[in-house]
């Protein structure tokens, strides 16, 4: 038996359920303005979701190629009835939507990673100069300093300002 695969969502079994339920709720929703999407949206949440269960069982991944190939298999189940040429049509326009979703997302996703990681860093780099502002004080321990005003004195002119103001607080 192989290692058990990493989901990006929720488990198989549940996942197929919960798109049924999104897309027919979606289809209801946008059946006021479109009549015709009513049922068809929720199958095709239900078959897109089993596609994609069986891709990660059959690959033991889940990445956004499942996805795609889930798209491209579900136009054209969907629209086999219509013969063979019409599902192919279908099946390589649910691809091609499908490859779109995913590589909107994984721009999204990697933008957004770029960012907390940079967010990350400038905090990081404001939390030493902190540490070392400390440590200038006196002590190897940041937050085991004495701090007195004989300290206060040899400390950085940007603290006088701060002695002024701490005095002025003294009783």
């Known amino acids: 038996m192989s290692q058990p695969v990493a989901?990006?969502?929720?488990?198989?079994?549940?996942?197929?359920?919960?798109?049924?339920?999104?897309?027919?709720?979606?289809?209801?929703?946008?059946g006021s303005i479109f009549y015709f999407f009513k049922g068809s949206f929720g199958m095709w949440g239900g078959v897109f979701s089993s596609m994609d269960c069986l891709l990660i069982y059959y690959r033991q991944k889940d990445d956004p190629f499942n996805a795609i190939i889930a798209g491209f298999i579900t136009g054209g189940v969907l629209a086999i009835r219509g013969g063979l040429n019409v599902a192919f049509k279908n099946a390589v326009?649910?691809?091609?939507?499908?490859?779109?979703?995913?590589?909107?997302?994984?721009?999204?996703?990697?933008?957004?990673?770029?960012?907390q990681y940079q967010m990350?860093?400038?905090?990081?780099?404001?939390?030493?100069?902190?540490?070392?502002?400390?440590m200038r004080r006196g002590g190897t321990d940041p937050w085991a300093v004495d701090y007195n005003e004989t300290l206060a004195k040899q400390a950085p002119p940007e603290n006088e300002v701060l002695m002024d103001r701490a005095k002025s607080f003294s009783f």
């Open 93 to 115: 326009i649910g691809g091609v939507f499908l490859a779109l979703i995913e590589g909107v997302s994984t721009v999204v996703t990697s933008i957004s990673m770029r960012r």
């Open 120 to 134: 990350m860093e400038e905090m990081q780099k404001q939390e030493m100069e902190r540490i070392q502002k400390q």
């Open 7 to 30: 989901y990006h969502r929720s488990p198989c079994p549940g996942r197929i359920f919960e798109d049924l339920g999104v897309g027919f709720s979606i289809g209801v929703a946008g």
